[in-house]
């Protein structure tokens, strides 16, 4: 158990429409990421947030947006739904220090979307 | 773009064997960590090991790292069938936000 949920975890949905798919972080952490995991593949980075601002984003269009609330739960938001975005999409929330120094990301369960 | 590469692609060993499990990258990192999972779903966070160190232990984890080949590797000893899953490399580089991984090492453990 990492301490971080998502939901919903199956969904479907039809070429076209919009989805949005939930974190909820580990308590005491302020930084999410966002990936996209295709079948046989590795995760693929999104974006990610610190407190509540995108700092980082990986190669996804502007259809990808996200947000972070100020109690570290955080939403992804995936407009205009291609087949392509049928995926396995996982959270992971860490703890961002100080320093910068960056430890431990620690995923959900994951969302498995499914677009016809 | 994916940085880690395991090697083998897929293992298959038998109960009580060692599986070992390699990870190229291709710049430098703050720290590479290990990740399991099982049939699809969420990753399991491993081990972390930064760049300034050599070698760690978890269990019946062991993971080396050597910046200079830019090369890790996982060994899991007398493996079990619970083991069995795919088994993912991440490196978090100094100048990102990402982890970058690979696509993974699918180990089958057999009684």
């Known amino acids: 158990e990492t301490g971080v949920t998502q939901s919903p975890t199956h969904l479907i949905k039809t070429r076209g429409q919009q989805v949005t798919l939930r974190c909820s972080s580990q308590s005491g952490h302020n930084t999410v990421s966002w990936y996209q995991q295709a079948l046989g593949q590795g995760p693929q980075f999104i974006f990610q947030y610190y407190r509540e601002e995108e700092n980082g984003r990986g190669n996804f269009p502007p259809r990808f947006s996200g947000l972070q609330f100020p109690n570290y739960s955080s939403e992804l938001n995936v407009n205009a739904l291609e087949l392509d975005d049928s995926a396995l999409y996982l959270c992971?929330?860490?703890?961002?220090?100080?320093?910068?120094?960056?430890?431990?990301?620690?995923f959900g369960p994951g969302t498995r979307l499914l677009v016809l | 773009s994916q940085q880690g590469e395991e090697d083998p692609q897929a293992l298959s060993i038998q109960e009580g064997e060692n599986a070992t499990m390699n990870c190229s990258y291709k710049t430098s990192i703050n720290n590479l960590q290990w990740y399991r999972q099982n049939s699809g779903r969420g990753l399991v966070h491993l081990i972390l090991?930064?760049?300034?160190?050599r070698e760690k232990h978890s269990g019946r984890l062991r993971v080396t790292l050597d910046t200079s080949k830019k090369s890790s590797s996982l060994l899991i000893t007398a493996s079990r069938a619970a083991d069995t899953a795919s088994y993912f490399c991440a490196t978090d580089e100094y100048s990102g936000y990402a982890l970058n991984f690979g696509k993974g090492t699918s180990l089958l453990v057999t009684p």
């Open positions: 090991i930064r760049s300034n160190e």
């Open positions: 992971a929330s860490s703890l961002l220090g100080l320093a910068g120094v960056r430890e431990t990301q620690y």
